[in-house]
């Protein structure tokens, strides 16, 4: 937080309402659940003001606490600091530090260093917030469930819920709060040790039951928190979901053996749980208003909970301290803590998937583990763990063979018999400016441009294999002659201006995606006039009653639209293209072919997976039959439809492998745009964790596109060994020199990012006008 709440003051006069039975500021607060958000929401509340009347149920005795330790950020304790000092100071004299991270994985322990953490004991916390709140005034109910907030409410001018994960408020009232939780997949336990770990410690157990992990952390001189974490099936072959309390640590204390130095682990009111991820449509509801666990989760491996629920409470007090009445300030309580809390959830779910996942990491090399395993939230990335431990990440870089003073994105990348001289790929970008499918000098431009802007492979946009496969009369395509000229002409400037870097073409069919309007004219709209006849898997239509229906494609159809794309690569052949791609992505007509919720055909080609990735296949044998043996074929999917019903990530590793067995040298992953109804999960890389999931189930090269932005991520994503290239798009869009801003970025100046000829007295960022001020030399009284 970096708003300053103001200090101690004699307690206010009495300030008129903004509405007849509500003050401006609550004077009367009921606090739902004394875990640490609550207690110190109230703390807060009761020092801004003394003469509110706040009073905390909590059903629990004040010495009952689910889990041991608890750590806190930097961040989090600089706001505590000027909040209340009285709380930091009690809470600096008790926390434990450390910098490393430890490990622990087959050949041996790993150490990283610089990362600082702070943790105490979770009773110890609620100790010193007790002891705050008595002193300030507030009224603590121990071991008294609170009434419900439907009673609270009309007594009280504000009800904070801060009752957990598990909250009967939220439940109460779901349909004002619009909650949605979802129920993981592993089971965990929260243990201790009598004993301080001298690091936070990661060990992976490989059981003849399957993986487990233990995350492992000093809070308090003599002792650790212990968390033991297993997928639900190797909990249950394990035969831990059949034990109790005490036998449930013997077992992981005997797993752990080495870990523990043969120390027995404890437990209080410790038990195997499933994690939840809790969202809330909306945090408030008249004068109730949500709080940590309550309002929303993140797993346990960033460590954020008991963070969040601090800095909520944080942000709670000073919104009402700022803003003019109740409403206003929950309000705006919501639209502070809102994105914060969604990215912290972002990054959440991406380190619980990563642990979900383990199994697939087990077999890379030791240093690539762990660096995947530090970088799994996409919070640390390779710049910054480089910052932390510079020796470290160098020997990671090492191990991957980078060259002294090459980033990992400069490293040379072979498909079949084309080696690409760095990782980044122009990701295809529909252009939608060509006339009768003919690219012109707008296309020359745009991926001449960004051929000579230093990446080592440039995708076309889909380029489409017939007049009735576009997708708006503006795209191009590679079924006449004139067409594969106009290629010619793109490719030639590409291997002659910009030696070294590859050219390739993606190849598909709109299906039932065609026949509509530019994108700037109104994306998906069909024409308004001269729309053409849609093929499709099945008779559905994108969107019933707005785009037409397809016809279902018979045999003769399948037939004909195989030869299209076999006759569209032997013009792509002659074209000069270096790597092909096979669209089966974004729910056009192959991509239609593979998703459930549009290929209900009852023939061979519907059903199973198996049918439905028959006619993509053949369309595949047909294209590799006729691409030149030594150069590389790739294929673009939707690894998820985003769509309940639809292709899973585990359907699109089955789909992978097919396609991999069939002779694809590299799998494009993204995601989605099958159908209108999809909810994606944006966020930074998003699309990326489909990609590594692929690459390290099959041990097929991936292409990880989707929101990767900089060339950290860039960097970040190849040395954990989730993708073997990166596709970028807008970033593209927005800067054609991209990779060569990259390098100079990270003042490289190697093969792998060569400036033109003609570029080259620009190879160095220029010189901006000085910020910097004089120092203070003298202090004069």
Not at 189 to 217: C, K, N, P, S
Not at 410 to 423: D, E, K
Not at 569 to 598: I, K, N, V
Request: contains cysteine; charged residues 25%; glycine residues 8%.
């Amino acid at each position: 937080m970096t708003r300053r709440p103001p200090a101690e003051q004699p307690a206010p006069a009495p300030r008129p309402g903004t509405a007849p039975d509500i003050p401006r500021t609550p004077l009367r607060v009921a606090v739902i659940g004394g875990g640490p958000g609550g207690l110190y929401a109230a703390a807060l509340l009761k020092r801004l003001d003394p003469a509110r009347d706040i009073t905390v149920w909590e059903r629990g005795a004040p010495d009952d606490t689910f889990g041991f330790g608890v750590v806190l950020s930097d961040e989090t304790l600089g706001g505590i600091e000027h909040a209340d000092p009285v709380i930091y100071r009690a809470l600096q004299d008790e926390f434990v530090r450390w910098d490393d991270i430890d490990i622990v994985h087959r050949e041996g322990t790993l150490t990283s260093g610089g990362h600082g953490f702070a943790a105490l004991g979770r009773r110890r916390l609620l100790e010193i917030l007790h002891e705050r709140c008595d002193s300030l005034g507030v009224r603590l109910r121990f071991r008294t469930p609170a009434p419900p907030a439907a009673e609270l409410s009309p007594a009280y001018d504000l009800v904070i819920a801060a009752d957990g994960v598990h909250s009967l408020t939220r439940e109460a009232h779901a349909d004002a709060f619009g909650p949605h939780i979802a129920t993981h997949r592993c089971r965990y336990i929260w243990l201790a040790a009598d004993f301080a770990f001298d690091a936070f410690r990661f060990e992976i157990a490989e059981t003849e039951h399957g993986v487990m992990q233990l995350h492992g952390y000093p809070y308090a001189a003599d002792a650790s928190t212990v968390i033991v974490e297993m997928r639900e099936e190797v909990w249950q072959a394990t035969g831990l979901d059949a034990c109790d309390e005490q036998q449930s640590a013997d077992q992981c204390a005997k797993i752990f053996a080495d870990a523990l130095g043969g120390r027995p682990l404890r437990s209080h009111r410790s038990a195997w749980t499933a994690f939840r991820t809790v969202v809330n449509d909306r945090w408030s509801h008249g004068n109730t208003v949500l709080l940590g666990d309550a309002a929303h989760t993140a797993h346990f491996s960033i460590g954020s909970g008991t963070k969040l629920a601090v800095e909520d409470a944080l942000a709670l007090a000073a919104c009402i301290e700022e803003q003019p009445d109740l409403p206003t300030a929950l309000a705006a309580y919501e639209t502070e803590r809102r994105p914060v809390v969604e990215s912290t959830q972002r990054a959440a779910a991406a380190s619980l998937r990563w642990f979900e996942e383990l199994g697939t990491y087990l077999d890379q090399p030791v240093r690539q583990f762990a660096f995947n395993l530090l970088t799994r939230s996409r919070r640390v990335t390779h710049d910054n763990l480089r910052l932390r431990d510079r020796a470290f990440t160098g020997s990671v870089e090492r191990d991957f063979g980078c060259p002294p003073g090459t980033p990992p994105m400069f490293t040379p990348f072979t498909l079949r018999g084309l080696t690409l001289r760095n990782r980044v790929v122009v990701s295809p970008m529909d252009m939608y400016s060509a006339e009768d499918g003919v690219p012109g000098d707008f296309h020359l431009v745009h991926l001449g441009a960004r051929a000579l802007g230093g990446a080592g492979l440039v995708m076309t946009e889909m380029v489409c294999v017939s007049a009735e496969g576009r997708i708006t009369p503006g795209c191009t395509g590679l079924y006449t002659p004139e067409q594969g000229a106009a290629w010619r002409r793109v490719t030639d400037f590409v291997h002659e201006r910009a030696p070294g870097t590859a050219i390739g073409v993606q190849l598909g069919h709109s299906g039932r995606k065609g026949s509509t309007r530019l994108m700037w004219d109104g994306i998906d709209e069909p024409l308004a006039d001269g729309n053409w006849p849609l093929s499709a898997a099945s008779p559905l239509p994108y969107r019933p009653g707005v785009n037409q229906i397809p016809h279902a494609l018979d045999r003769a159809g399948l037939s004909t639209v195989r030869e299209q794309f076999a006759a569209a690569t032997r013009r792509a052949a002659d074209s000069g293209f270096d790597l092909l791609e096979l669209h089966c992505a974004h729910g056009y007509l192959l991509s239609g072919f593979l998703s459930p919720l549009t290929n209900q055909r009852t023939d061979s080609y519907g059903g199973c997976l198996d049918n439905r990735l028959r006619f993509p296949l053949e369309v595949f044998d047909a294209m590799r039959e006729a691409w030149p043996d030594d150069r590389p074929m790739t294929v673009r999917l939707s690894a998820t439809d985003w769509a309940e019903g639809g292709t899973t990530a585990d359907d699109a590793v089955e789909i992978a492998r097919a396609f991999a067995a069939h002779g694809a040298d590299a799998i494009d992953v993204s995601t989605g745009q099958v159908v209108p109804d999809e909810e994606p999960e944006y966020g930074r890389s998003y699309q990326t964790p489909y990609a590594d999931r692929i690459r390290n189930t099959l041990s097929v090269p991936v292409i990880a596109v989707g929101a990767i932005s900089s060339w950290d991520d860039v960097n970040s994503l190849l040395l954990a060994g989730r993708a073997d290239l990166c596709a970028l798009a807008r970033p593209h869009l927005y800067d054609p020199h991209w990779t060569l801003h990259a390098a100079a970025d990270q003042e490289y100046t190697g093969p792998g990012a060569p400036w033109p000829l003609p570029y080259r007295a620009g190879s160095r960022k220029p010189p901006t006008g000085r910020t910097d001020a004089p120092k203070p030399r003298l202090t004069l009284g």
